[in-house]
């Protein structure tokens, strides 16, 4: 099987895009990916991921959560920011959580558009997701990195790497360059903490007070949550507990 | 001064484009920025890099060497290829070289739209060309890498790796987190034939017979050549010995 880690997306107009060929792990460490999976621990049925915020705002009502930010702070009008420590303190039974991120989003449309199977991984899931994707998996698993703004976040590349090494554990893999990159990131770093805590990612959380989510997106496979793509109502992608 | 590692090239279409403020260093370790001051090196007096081959081919005639390469190989009427190994075995006084490859010569073209300083950089003049741009830049070095036809080449984020341990060397730096991976990579690998060898390029070298020009491409800091951006000459861009 091949293993291969996109530390950035692109869309099909790129020069050099190559579609999803099997299964595609979405990446955002600081926060989406990791928020999202959140939700589900704590009770919601289904992730909404919306390409804009005024498709999430029409989703709004009752039973529905609004989740998301712009520049790291919730939406107006939104109830929720994209923060996994405020989404771990809530409890969302019997609803549905509508998300809107600058990074994430954008990135799970990309992999939904060819993939296969798409699925949101982290640190929290990383386990989890990698056990997830070798079972859907026939030919590829493709790890996408959401980055920074179009910038290659260093957060990401390392779970890409954490990920990397549990497939590694369990099976047999062509490795790609940039799955070696990956690679390469994990094994520098012992602790979690320190490469989260040195990205640009990190330093945008800190200026606006939201240090405190990054220890719990450095938990690694602390959650056996797997959030997998199952279908659309309209532009926004549906995700639900594998 | 910051210090930036782009692993691959954007274009001002991109979403989250950042167009380069001040220095680049333009990074095609296998084979384009090698060959490239391997040309000066062996005494010729200008590089036409151009964005297609019959752009090249009609700057051909007396006093020009036409070399490039498409799928690793001379372009049909090309006197050469893309192999620093041959450009060492010749001599180009007075010689203008045109070249055309297909990842080099259009990331050169995106670092030289907005960039100040552009330089052709490869671990064989990792040196000077840190130098160089150290000379020239008040706020920013960039380094772009061309990767490998739109995807994240292992060889050329580990020369980005060089460079900033060259630079981290020779003055204080703001690293973005793509510095960061780099300089991880080339931390990885005491052996540049390492890194090198294990790329995807190196296997599309391997597989028609051009693997003898990796050796070469590895070599740190053996040249004291440096090339770099005086000018245009319609869509060709012109770089010269600094």
């Not at 976040?153 to 070696?180: F, H, I, R």
């Not at 990205?199 to 959030?227: K, M, Q, W, Y």
Request: glycine share 8%; with cysteine.
């Amino acid at each position: 099987m091949r293993l291969r880690v996109d530390a950035l997306p692109r869309s099909s107009s790129d020069v050099g895009y190559q579609p999803y060929a099997d299964t595609v792990l979405v990446v955002d460490t600081l926060r989406a990916t990791t928020t999202a999976g959140v939700f589900l621990e704590q009770g919601a049925t289904a992730l909404y991921l919306c390409p804009d915020l005024e498709t999430a705002r029409a989703f709004g009502g009752d039973g529905v959560v609004l989740s998301g930010e712009r520049n790291c702070l919730p939406p107006e009008g939104f109830q929720l920011g994209n923060s996994p420590l405020i989404a771990r303190e809530g409890r969302f039974d019997n609803q549905i959580v509508v998300m809107s991120t600058t990074n994430g989003t954008a990135t799970a449309a990309i992999a939904c558009e060819t993939g296969k199977n798409v699925i949101l991984a982290s640190l929290r899931n990383a386990h989890g997701a990698a056990r997830k994707a070798i079972e859907v998996s026939s030919e590829e698993i493709a790890i996408l990195c959401a980055g920074n703004n179009g910038r290659i976040a260093l957060e990401d590349v390392y779970t890409a790497g954490v990920l990397c090494e549990y497939l590694l554990a369990m099976g047999e893999w062509t490795l790609d360059d940039g799955a070696q990159i990956a690679l390469t990131v994990r094994r520098q770093f012992a602790d979690p903490l320190e490469p989260l805590s040195r990205s640009r990612s990190a330093e945008n959380l800190l200026a606006v007070g939201l240090e405190a989510d990054i220890a719990v997106c450095a938990e690694v496979s602390s959650s056996t949550i797997v959030p997998v793509f199952v279908g659309r109502s309209g532009t926004a992608l549906i995700f639900k507990t594998a």
